[in-house]
């Protein structure tokens, strides 16, 4: 079975820019979670999706956003990038459904660089 | 999701056992621990949950204590491969989510 794949894996974009990376969770996963690290904040939760819903969110600023297809892939989005948003963005994808717990299955990761 | 402490690294011989802490002195009867590490670089690495029981899986053992206050990750023949950030996380299993809280980890050297 084919693990969690993200792309890009490299990107680097200029401050005021906006940026999508994409997740392709595990085949059969419903649930795709989001999460940003940072050398400062180490691994903080951005949000997660369940069958095209948004289920949590963490604390971060509105331009952080995020959508699920049909097909349980994801995107998340970055508006008005500022030189902070330079992290290793991480996907995490699980079955999600009631009756847990489940683990998570992570990507490698999309690293962001801000200039 | 109950807090937890994990001291900031450690060391251990290649061949030895690895005994990494958690401390979760505020753990829920239905709160899960967790454990995950995360080699460098690359995305974290989902090892062992439990409950009550002590838990064994192909990877390691996890020791919870029977006030469920404290717990134990053991990697019973560390390799320099086992080098990585391990996280303990406790969190309720329920279909209200799956978000993880990651604290700083315990940055784990295994030396030849």
């Known amino acids: 079975k084919a693990g969690v794949t993200q792309t890009p894996r490299y990107l680097i974009k200029t401050r005021g820019q906006q940026v999508t990376l994409s997740c392709s969770p595990i085949?059969?996963?419903?649930?795709v979670s989001w999460y940003q690290q940072t050398p400062g904040q180490g691994l903080q939760f951005l949000f997660e999706?369940?069958?095209?819903?948004?289920?949590n969110k963490g604390n971060f600023p509105g331009r952080f956003s995020g959508r699920q297809f049909s097909n349980s892939r994801s995107e998340m989005n970055v508006s008005t990038l500022e030189l902070g948003d330079s992290a290793l963005y991480l996907c995490?994808?699980?079955?999600?459904?009631?009756?847990?717990?489940?683990?998570?299955?992570f990507g490698p990761g999309t690293r962001l660089t801000v200039l | 999701d109950a807090k937890t402490t994990q001291p900031p690294s450690m060391d251990c011989a290649e061949g030895r056992a690895a005994n990494l802490p958690c401390n979760h002195s505020?753990?829920?009867?239905?709160?899960?621990v967790y454990w995950y590490r995360q080699i460098h670089s690359q995305g974290p690495q989902y090892i062992i949950h439990?409950?009550?029981n002590n838990e064994t899986n192909e990877m390691a053992s996890l020791i919870i204590t029977e006030d469920r206050k404290s717990s134990t990750l053991i990697l019973p023949h560390a390799t320099l491969r086992d080098t990585a950030v391990y996280y303990c996380?406790?969190?309720?299993?329920?279909?209200?989510?799956?978000?993880?809280?990651f604290g700083g980890g315990t940055r784990l050297m295994v030396k030849p």
């Open positions: 995490a994808s699980s079955l999600g459904t009631s009756g847990g717990p489940h683990e998570q299955f």
């Open positions: 085949s059969g996963h419903r649930s």
């Open positions: 999706y369940f069958s095209e819903t948004q289920r």
């Open positions: 505020t753990i829920s009867g239905n709160e899960y």
């Open positions: 439990g409950l009550k």
């Open positions: 996380i406790v969190r309720v299993a329920n279909n209200a989510g799956n978000m993880l809280t």
